[in-house]
C-alpha cells in the first residue's frame, strides 16, 4: 500500500488519472456537446475540461473540494498541443497551475462551498490560467496578470450537480482561463486589487486570496484523492462503509432501515435522495449506499442508468442524518435504533489510505484499455502525439 509518491511522481499519477478519465468521458452526452460547439483551440480546451470531469471520477483536493485536475490539465494539453510543447513542459505547467488552484481553493474553503459556488470552476479558471501562462512563458507579472484577468470570469453554481451543467462550467472555465493568459501575453492589463480590493474576488466570493500573510502548507498533491469510485466523493465514504456493512446488510435487509451518518458539507454536496437518471445518482447517498450493499461498489456503467430495485429501496430503506461532528468525508451507517454497522473516516483513493500502482494501472485500463500504455513516460514527447493517441486530439471524432 504504498503512497501516490510511491507509485510515481504525484503530478503524473494525478495527469494519468485525469487523462483516463477523459477517454472514458468523451462519449457522455456533456462531452459530445461540447466538442460540438466548435473546432477552434478553445473549444477544444472547452471540451478536454467537459470530458475530463463528467464521469466525476477525477481527483480531488479535499482542503478546498476542488478538483485540481480538471481545468488545469485540459488547459496544460490542450494549449500545449497548439504549441507544439512536449509532454515534460505540459507536465510543468500543469503542476504550477495544479498547485496555484490548490492555494486559491484551500484558502477559500468553506466559504465557496457554502455560499453555493461550485470552487472547482471558481478557482479552476485561474489554475487555467497559470498553467498556459507557464507554457506561454510569460514572466511573473505577466503571469500574475493572467490569473487577475482570469478571475474576472470566475463563476460555476452548485445547484449544476447532477446535470451536464457541472462539467460543463468546468470546461468554460478552462476555455475562459487560457484566454486570460492569452490576453495577458498580448499586453491586456486589469487593476491590481481585483483580488482583494472592494468588489473584488473576496468581497465578491466570499473567498479568500492566498497571500503571504497565510499559513504555509504542504504541496495540494500531497493532499490528492485518486478515486476508486465514479461519484461525489463526499459520499465515497459512504459507499466503502457500504461495502464494509453488506454482509450484515444481505442477511438483515428486510427487517431494519439502514440510515447513513454524514457531515452537512456532504449532505450539501451529494443531495439527491431520489434520482432520476446517472448524473443525478453519482450525487445521491441513499442511491450510493443501496446500490453498494445490493450490487457492490459502483462502477462507471453502474450509472448508465437507474437500477429500479436500487431505487426503491434507496427511497425505502435508507435515510440520512448529518452530524457535525464527523469529519467532512466521514461516514456512519446504522440499523435499527442506532447500532453500527460500519463507520469509515477516509475512504480508499485518500492520502491517508491511498490508491496502490497496481490499483491505479487497474482503473486507467477499465477506463482507456490500452490507450494510455505508457503515455508519459518520454518526456519529450509531443503533447500533441499524446492526445492523438488517446483520441482526444483538436478535431479528432471520438472513440466512435
Not at 469510485?229 to 459512504?238: D, I, K, Q, Y
Not at 447513513?260 to 432520476?276: E, F, G, K, T
Request: glycine content about 10%; aromatic content about 6%.
Amino acid at each position: 500500500m504504498g503512497s501516490p509518491d510511491a507509485v510515481g511522481n504525484p503530478y503524473q499519477v494525478a495527469l494519468l488519472d485525469w487523462l483516463a478519465c477523459a477517454v472514458a468521458g468523451s462519449e457522455q452526452p456533456a462531452a459530445r456537446a461540447a466538442r460540438a460547439a466548435g473546432d477552434g483551440a478553445l473549444e477544444h480546451v472547452a471540451f478536454l475540461g467537459t470530458a475530463g470531469h463528467v464521469l466525476d471520477f477525477d481527483d480531488t483536493f479535499l482542503p478546498g473540494l476542488a478538483h485540481l485536475s480538471a481545468p488545469t490539465a485540459p488547459a496544460a494539453l490542450g494549449l500545449g498541443a497548439e504549441l507544439d510543447a512536449t509532454t515534460d513542459e505540459a507536465l510543468a505547467a500543469y503542476a504550477a497551475g495544479f498547485e496555484a488552484m490548490g492555494a486559491l481553493a484551500a484558502a477559500s474553503h468553506p466559504a465557496l462551498y457554502e455560499g453555493g459556488w461550485h470552487p472547482t470552476a471558481v478557482c479552476g479558471v485561474m489554475g487555467a490560467a497559470v498553467a498556459a501562462a507557464r507554457l506561454l512563458r510569460l514572466d511573473a507579472e505577466r503571469e500574475a496578470t493572467a490569473a487577475r484577468l482570469a478571475l474576472l470570469r470566475a463563476g460555476g453554481l452548485r445547484a449544476a450537480f447532477g446535470s451536464d451543467g457541472k462539467s460543463l462550467q468546468v470546461g468554460m472555465a478552462t476555455a475562459d482561463g487560457v484566454l486570460a493568459a492569452r490576453m495577458a501575453a498580448a499586453g491586456a492589463s486589469v487593476a491590481d486589487d481585483v483580488p482583494t480590493g472592494g468588489a473584488g474576488f473576496e468581497e465578491a466570493f466570499g473567498g479568500r486570496w492566498p497571500g503571504d500573510d497565510q499559513p504555509s502548507h504542504p504541496p495540494a498533491v500531497a493532499a490528492n484523492w485518486i478515486k476508486p469510485w465514479p461519484c461525489c466523493l463526499m459520499a465515497h465514504s459512504t459507499v466503502q462503509a457500504a461495502i464494509q456493512a453488506r454482509a450484515d446488510w444481505l442477511s438483515s435487509q428486510d427487517a431494519h432501515p439502514i440510515t447513513v451518518v454524514v457531515h452537512p458539507r456532504a449532505r450539501r454536496a451529494a443531495a439527491y435522495d431520489d434520482v432520476a437518471d446517472g448524473l443525478q445518482a453519482r450525487f445521491s447517498i441513499p442511491y450510493l449506499a443501496a446500490y453498494t450493499v445490493r450490487r457492490g461498489a459502483p462502477t462507471v456503467a453502474s450509472f448508465d442508468g437507474i437500477d429500479a430495485e436500487v431505487r426503491e429501496s434507496a427511497l425505502t430503506r435508507f435515510a440520512v442524518r448529518t452530524d457535525p461532528g464527523l469529519g467532512e468525508t466521514e461516514a456512519r451507517l446504522e440499523v435499527g435504533d442506532g447500532q453500527a454497522l460500519a463507520r469509515v473516516s477516509s475512504s480508499l483513493g485518500s492520502p491517508e489510505d491511498p490508491m496502490t500502482a497496481d490499483q491505479l494501472a487497474a482503473k486507467v485500463a477499465d477506463l482507456a484499455g490500452d490507450r494510455l500504455d505508457g503515455a508519459l513516460e518520454d518526456p519529450d514527447r509531443p503533447v500533441r502525439d499524446l492526445l492523438a493517441a488517446a483520441g482526444l486530439a483538436r478535431g479528432a471524432s471520438g472513440l466512435d
